[in-house]
Structure formats: C-alpha cells, structure tokens
Nanobody, 126 residues
C-alpha cells in the first residue's frame, strides 16, 4: 500500500546540516510520517513526526530546536532538516508511516508504524 524511500544522508562535520527526504508512494494523506534513527548497538529512537493532514509535529527532546520536520504534499514527500549536527546524531535514519487515522497526534514509538523505508546514513565527525 505504502512504500517509502529515504535520501539525503551523508557525512558532515560537527555543526553541519543535511536535509533528509522521505518520498512516499501510495496514500499517506491522513497518516503520521515519522523519522527514526538507530546507531549500532543502540535502540531505535523516534526523532520527529508529522501528521500529514494539517501538519502537526512533535520532536524528541534531544533534537528539538535543531531538527525540523516538514512536508510537501504535492510531492508526497516528508523532509527532516537536521542542523547543528553532533557526533551523537550519527545513525541510520529511517522514515516510517502508520495507518490512516483522523487523530492528529503522532507518537514516536516504533510499534505504531507499519511502513518503513530502508534508511539513509548520517555520519557526523568531530
């Protein structure tokens, strides 16, 4: 039903920025679309989420003020602008979508999400 493809990762110095993209195929017009990240040996962490019908967002505390999630509905794409990057931001970043719903609040719990992309690597060096 939904396929997600991430892009935009790369290697940057601490303090640098990237814009990650999550391109969706299929209907995500009333879904949460979220970004998760996972470093080797670490748990998967919810980073940011957006409800596509209206644009309500939420962030985990460690990225609030540095990362911004946004969407381009015409392109069926969700972005994650990552600024002021720190070495601890190094991880594989995944986008994910849940099933359609009318509630506008999005969780950052991975079990809430059904559709997952393959990930894009962000590496931040010091």
């Amino acid at each position: 039903q939904v396929q997600l493809v991430e892009s935009g990762g790369g290697s940057v110095q601490a303090g640098g920025s990237l814009r990650l993209s999550c391109s969706a195929s299929g209907d995500t017009s009333r879904n949460c679309v979220a970004w998760f990240r996972q470093a080797p040996g670490e748990e998967r962490e919810g980073v940011a989420a957006i409800y596509t019908d209206g644009g309500n967002t939420r962030y985990t505390d460690s990225v609030r003020g540095r990362f911004t999630i946004s969407q381009d509905n015409a392109k069926n794409t969700v972005y994650l602008q990552v600024n002021s990057l720190k070495p601890e931001d190094t991880a594989m970043y995944y986008c994910a979508a849940d099933t359609p719903h009318v509630g506008s609040w999005c969780d950052l719990d991975d079990y809430e999400y059904i559709y997952w992309g393959q990930g894009t690597q962000v590496t931040v060096s010091s």
